[in-house]
């Protein structure tokens, strides 16, 4: 049985509007998470989580492995970096602008998130990529399918 990676990829919410706005054919990691980036196999699951607003806008599935391109797609806080490690996605569970997930009503819920103290819960989502556990996925696909869209 093959193994799937469950990826959170940390960005801005204009950035997660780009995505949308392409369709979520394609999503990227900065160019210091090129380990990263080579691990993604078909099937890996994508949970785009958006800083400043601290919200799950939703999941995709990679649909093939890694590649680079210098082409500008999505911004970046740091001027001149770029996401240069892409992979093609389908979107699985996409949420309307109105009906993000707040990642506070899902941090008491999470493993991974606790080792952190629960006041600094947002310490766990800095930087571009995280990996998470089957068991944290889960939480958090039952509540991007949940009500609202």
């Not at 900065?30 to 989580?49: F, I, L, M, Q, S």
């Not at 391109?69 to 996401?83: C, N, Q």
């Not at 602008?97 to 941090?107: A, E, H, R, S, T």
Request: hydrophobic share 35%; with cysteine; proline share 5%.
């Amino acid at each position: 049985m093959e193994v799937r990676t469950n990826w959170l990829l940390v960005s801005s919410a204009d950035n997660f509007e780009t995505s949308r706005a392409r369709g979520f054919d394609v999503a990227g990691m900065k160019g210091r998470h090129r380990k990263k980036a080579e691990r993604v196999r078909p099937g890996d699951r994508v949970v785009y989580y958006m800083v400043g607003i601290k919200c799950v806008g939703g999941i995709s599935e990679a649909t093939g492995t890694y590649y680079g391109s210098a082409e500008h797609i999505w911004t970046s806080s740091k001027e001149g970096e770029e996401y240069p490690f892409r992979f093609p996605v389908k979107p699985l569970y996409i949420r309307d602008k109105d009906y993000y997930v707040p990642m506070i009503d899902l941090v008491p819920l999470l493993e991974y998130p606790k080792r952190w103290p629960a006041e600094h819960w947002t310490l766990a989502f800095q930087g571009n990529v995280h990996v998470l556990s089957d068991t944290d996925y889960q939480v958090i696909e039952d509540a991007v399918r949940g009500e609202g869209k």
